[in-house]
């Protein structure tokens, strides 16, 4: 590739983090999140029924997470226009979030690649975004790639 897009200084951007957002966890928010989507499960939307369960009360759906926005570091890159795919996201789940936490989210630019493609350079940008309770457990962290070409 003659014209690399991916220079030392666009690598330089790499842990480049965006503002954090808090935002406390409602009750009536997991509840009306569970309905949107159309999930019945009791864990979701009976506090009652959660209580017998391994949790001890009602948690928030896996999706929940992206009902959290996060502030997300731009990436300066040399390419004409703004063209852009989603390239999927991966999530891993490691304590449940319940009413009454203060999620922490966080995103920061994991990584930045670049290959050739049929139009011309494609980079790949990995966003990884912490979600963090007021206990400071890691509750989910989502790794998202977007490709620019």
Same mark, same amino acid.
């Given at each position: 590739?003659?014209?690399k897009v991916v220079t ?19 009750r009536g928010a997991i509840? *009306? ?26 948690i928030a759906p896996p ?38 936490? *203060? ?47």
């Amino acid at each position: 590739m003659a014209n690399k897009v991916v220079t030392d200084e666009v690598k330089a951007q790499i842990g480049t983090r965006g503002e954090p957002r808090v935002y406390e966890i409602e009750r009536g928010a997991i509840r *009306r999140f569970a309905e949107a989507i159309g999930d019945p499960n009791p864990l979701f939307n009976d506090e009652q029924a959660a209580r017998d369960t391994r949790f001890g009360g009602m948690i928030a759906p896996p999706t929940f997470c992206r009902s959290l926005g996060s502030g997300i570091p731009q990436v300066k890159l040399d390419l004409p226009g703004f063209r852009a795919l989603d390239g999927g996201s991966d999530w891993e789940y490691r304590k449940p979030i319940q009413p009454g936490d *203060r999620i922490t989210v966080q995103s920061r630019i994991a990584e930045i690649r670049e290959t050739a493609g049929r139009l011309g350079p494609m980079v790949f940008i990995v966003v990884e975004t912490s979600y963090t309770n007021q206990f400071g457990q890691l509750c989910v962290t989502q790794r998202s790639t977007v490709i620019r070409y």
